[in-house]
C-alpha cells in the first residue's frame, strides 16, 4: 500500500499554497485524500500554477500574511491540522538584494510566527518546514553538502534561509521536547526545482516558455553555470514521505533532510535550454553572461541525501531527459490551450509514482 494514502482524511495546512511548489503540493494532497487548507498571499506571477488548476475552488483558500502572527495562530487554532507544510517564502535570489528587509522580514519572522501557531496547538501534528538547499555556506566545492554542514549565505535569500534553520532548531530545542511534544519538527532543504506551472521571474525555464510562447529571444544569464536539477515532484515526494514517518516516529523530530537528484545530475543552463528546445519550435536564445553589474549568484551547488536514503527510503527517480520532458508536455498543453490543468498535474503526479512504483520505492509500492 502507498504509505502516502495515510494522508486520506487529514486535515493538512500548506503555507505558500499559491506559489509554484505549494501548489503542486496541494494538487498531490487532494489526489490523496486530505483536507487540504491553504494560507498565502495572492499568486505573485499571472498566470500561476494555482489559478491554472484553479485551486480555489477545491481547498479551503486563506489569504494571511505568515507576518500576521495573530491571524496565523487563529488559523492554525480553527483548523487543527495533523500536518502542516511551511512553503511561503521570499524565493528570489535577485529579489532578495532589491528588498532584503522584506526578505529577512518574510523567511525569518514569518517562519517564527508559523513555529509560535503550532505552539498554539494541543494536538499530535507533523510539521515539515521548507527552507532551501540555499541554507549552506556555499564554497562551490564538488561534493555534496551534508545536513551537518556549516550554514549561511552571501546574498540576503540565502542568508535568511540559513537563519531559518537556526531559528527552528532554537525552537524545538526550547519549546517542543522531543520525549512528550505533540507536535513534531523537522525542516526540508531542496532547490532547482522544475517543472510545468513555473511562471516567476529569473527562473530559466519560466524565461523559456515566455519568450518561446511569444515567439522571443530568451536572453541566458548564466549559460554555463551548473544545477543539480530535479522536477518539483522529486522533493515534494518527499516532504510528504518525511511528513508521514515524522507523524509516526518522534526519533525523526528535530531532524533535517536533504532532497536532491542523484549525484551525477548536473547539467548547465545550456543544457537545459537545449533539452527543452527539443519540444518547442521555433526557439531562439542569446548569451549575456558578459553583462557586468549583475548580483552575485552562487555556482554549484549539490546536495548530499544519504540521510533520506537511509531514514525515509527516499531518493530521486527521474533522470534529466525524463524531468525535462515532463516539464516541456505540461507547458505544451497550457500554451495549446489542449488540457485541463488540474487534471493533467494529477495525471503528472500518477506517472511520476508509477515511476517510483518501477523503482521499487516503498513509499509507492
Given at each position: 500500500?502507498?504509505?502516502?494514502?495515510?494522508?486520506?482524511?487529514?486535515?493538512?495546512?500548506?503555507?505558500?499554497?499559491?506559489?509554484?511548489?505549494?501548489?503542486?503540493?496541494?494538487?498531490?494532497?487532494?489526489?490523496?485524500?486530505?483536507?487540504v487548507?491553504?494560507?498565502?498571499?495572492?499568486?505573485?506571477?499571472?498566470?500561476?500554477?494555482?489559478?491554472?488548476?484553479?485551486?480555489?475552488?477545491?481547498?479551503?483558500?486563506?489569504?494571511?500574511?505568515?507576518?500576521?502572527?495573530?491571524?496565523?495562530?487563529?488559523?492554525?487554532?480553527?483548523?487543527?491540522?495533523?500536518?502542516?507544510?511551511?512553503?511561503?517564502?521570499?524565493?528570489?535570489?535577485?529579489?532578495?538584494?532589491?528588498?532584503?528587509?522584506?526578505?529577512?522580514?518574510?523567511?525569518?519572522?514569518?517562519?517564527?510566527?508559523?513555529?509560535?501557531?503550532?505552539?498554539?496547538l494541543?494536538?499530535?501534528?507533523?510539521?515539515?518546514?521548507i527552507t532551501?538547499d540555499?541554507?549552506?555556506?556555499?564554497?562551490?566545492?564538488?561534493?555534496?553538502?551534508?545536513?551537518?554542514?556549516?550554514?549561511?549565505?552571501?546574498?540576503?535569500?540565502?542568508?535568511?534561509?540559513?537563519?531559518?534553520?537556526?531559528?527552528?532548531?532554537?525552537?524545538?530545542?526550547?519549546?517542543?521536547?522531543?520525549?512528550?511534544?505533540?507536535?513534531?519538527?523537522?525542516?526540508?532543504?531542496?532547490?532547482?526545482?522544475?517543472?510545468?506551472?513555473?511562471?516567476?521571474?529569473?527562473?530559466?525555464?519560466?524565461?523559456?516558455v515566455?519568450?518561446w510562447?511569444?515567439?522571443?529571444n530568451v536572453?541566458?544569464?548564466?549559460?554555463?553555470?551548473?544545477?543539480?536539477?530535479?522536477?518539483?515532484?522529486?522533493?515534494?515526494?518527499?516532504?510528504?514521505?518525511?511528513?508521514?514517518?515524522?507523524?509516526?516516529?518522534?526519533?525523526?523530530?528535530?531532524e533535517?533532510?536533504?532532497?536532491?537528484?542523484?549525484?551525477?545530475?548536473?547539467?548547465?543552463?545550456?543544457?537545459?535550454?537545449?533539452?527543452?528546445?527539443?519540444?518547442?519550435?521555433?526557439?531562439?536564445?542569446?548569451?549575456?553572461?558578459?553583462?557586468?553589474?549583475?548580483?552575485?549568484?552562487?555556482?554549484?551547488?549539490?546536495?548530499?541525501?544519504?540521510?533520506?536514503?537511509?531514514?525515509?527510503?527516499?531518493?530521486?527517480?527521474?533522470?534529466?531527459e525524463?524531468?525535462?520532458?515532463?516539464?516541456a508536455?505540461?507547458?505544451?498543453?497550457?500554451?495549446?490551450?489542449?488540457?485541463?490543468?488540474?487534471?493533467?498535474?494529477?495525471?503528472?503526479?500518477?506517472?511520476?509514482?508509477?515511476i517510483?512504483?518501477?523503482?521499487?520505492?516503498?513509499?509507492a509500492?
Amino acid at each position: 500500500m502507498n504509505m502516502l494514502n495515510s494522508f486520506s482524511g487529514k486535515r493538512v495546512l500548506v503555507t505558500g499554497h499559491t506559489g509554484f511548489k505549494g501548489a503542486w503540493l496541494c494538487s498531490w494532497l487532494l489526489d490523496l485524500g486530505a483536507e487540504v487548507v491553504g494560507i498565502a498571499l495572492d499568486p505573485i506571477t499571472a498566470p500561476s500554477h494555482f489559478s491554472v488548476a484553479n485551486l480555489s475552488s477545491k481547498i479551503k483558500d486563506l489569504r494571511i500574511d505568515i507576518r500576521d502572527s495573530r491571524s496565523l495562530t487563529k488559523a492554525f487554532v480553527d483548523v487543527q491540522p495533523d500536518f502542516v507544510f511551511h512553503l511561503a517564502a521570499q524565493a528570489l535570489v535577485r529579489r532578495s538584494y532589491d528588498d532584503p528587509i522584506e526578505t529577512w522580514h518574510t523567511n525569518v519572522i514569518g517562519t517564527l510566527n508559523v513555529l509560535e501557531a503550532l505552539r498554539a496547538l494541543n494536538k499530535k501534528c507533523a510539521a515539515i518546514i521548507i527552507t532551501s538547499d540555499k541554507c549552506y555556506d556555499n564554497v562551490e566545492w564538488v561534493w555534496g553538502y551534508r545536513e551537518t554542514d556549516a550554514i549561511g549565505g552571501p546574498d540576503p535569500y540565502s542568508a535568511s534561509k540559513g537563519a531559518a534553520e537556526l531559528l527552528i532548531k532554537s525552537h524545538i530545542k526550547s519549546f517542543f521536547p522531543k520525549e512528550t511534544s505533540l507536535v513534531r519538527v523537522a525542516s526540508a532543504r531542496a532547490g532547482n526545482v522544475i517543472g510545468g506551472g513555473d511562471w516567476s521571474v529569473d527562473r530559466i525555464v519560466p524565461d523559456c516558455v515566455k519568450a518561446w510562447s511569444a515567439g522571443d529571444n530568451v536572453e541566458l544569464r548564466n549559460p554555463n553555470s551548473t544545477r543539480p536539477w530535479q522536477h518539483v515532484l522529486e522533493p515534494l515526494s518527499g516532504y510528504l514521505v518525511q511528513a508521514i514517518s515524522l507523524y509516526q516516529n518522534h526519533e525523526l523530530h528535530g531532524e533535517s533532510f536533504n532532497f536532491g537528484p542523484i549525484a551525477q545530475q548536473n547539467h548547465s543552463v545550456l543544457d537545459l535550454v537545449k533539452e527543452m528546445a527539443k519540444y518547442w519550435d521555433k526557439v531562439r536564445w542569446s548569451d549575456i553572461s558578459d553583462n557586468g553589474g549583475a548580483p552575485y549568484e552562487s555556482g554549484l551547488l549539490k546536495l548530499n541525501c544519504d540521510k533520506a536514503l537511509h531514514y525515509l527510503n527516499w531518493y530521486a527517480v527521474m533522470n534529466f531527459e525524463e524531468t525535462v520532458k515532463m516539464t516541456a508536455e505540461w507547458y505544451e498543453a497550457y500554451y495549446q490551450r489542449s488540457s485541463n490543468m488540474f487534471e493533467l498535474s494529477r495525471s503528472q503526479i500518477n506517472q511520476y509514482t508509477l515511476i517510483a512504483k518501477k523503482e521499487g520505492i516503498e513509499w509507492a509500492a
